[in-house]
């Protein structure tokens, strides 16, 4: 009975055994432990489910996601920034981070943006580049204009919990 019980404190959220454990799926490098929670993606996402469709559901944002983070990695300006770190974490945890914003029917399981973005050294100039390659990947996968800012203006906020200096 004990053996059963310790098992389902640990399947738990929000218990002290399941927090203690490092939140990673497999195919992914350990990190230090952390609370997932929706707050942590660090807007409310958007009423409806207009946004969604415009984004074309979450096969659409998984490639939108896909071409962005590959195009990342790939940039000859910011690419440095995103070697050494867990490709895979990083598709995951954006997907859901833009699926939830987008109202496409997901939880957002990743850290928060203060600590998940600390000591990386991200400069304005890094930001924009960033967003470029965003925008590029939204228009390969044929978001609207109109979507599109709305989705960058739900974003922007956040500029202050990833840019260093």
């Known amino acids: 009975m004990k053996s059963l019980l310790l098992a389902a404190a640990l399947l738990?959220?929000?218990?002290?055994?399941?927090?203690?454990?490092?939140?990673?799926?497999?195919?992914e490098d350990k990190v230090d432990?952390?609370?997932p929670s929706n707050h942590n993606a660090g807007a409310k996402p958007f009423a409806g489910d207009g946004m969604a469709k415009a984004f074309h559901g979450q096969d659409g944002i998984r490639r939108i996601v896909e071409t962005f983070v590959e195009s990342n990695y790939a940039d000859p300006v910011i690419g440095e920034i995103f070697m050494g770190h867990d490709k895979v974490r990083l598709k995951r945890t954006l997907f859901e981070q833009f699926c939830y914003i987008l109202n496409a029917g997901c939880n957002y399981t990743g850290r928060d943006l203060p600590s998940s973005h600390k000591n990386l050294g991200t400069q304005q100039a890094d930001m924009n580049k960033l967003v470029e390659n965003l925008q590029a990947a939204?228009?390969?996968?044929?978001?609207?204009?109109?979507?599109?800012?709305r989705f960058l203006a739900k974003l922007a906020p956040m500029h202050k919990d990833v840019v260093d200096r």
């Open 12 to 27: 738990v959220p929000g218990t002290a055994l399941a927090q203690s454990q490092p939140y990673a799926m497999p195919g």
């Open 33 to 35: 432990p952390y609370t």
């Open 138 to 149: 939204m228009r390969k996968e044929r978001v609207g204009f109109h979507a599109q800012n």
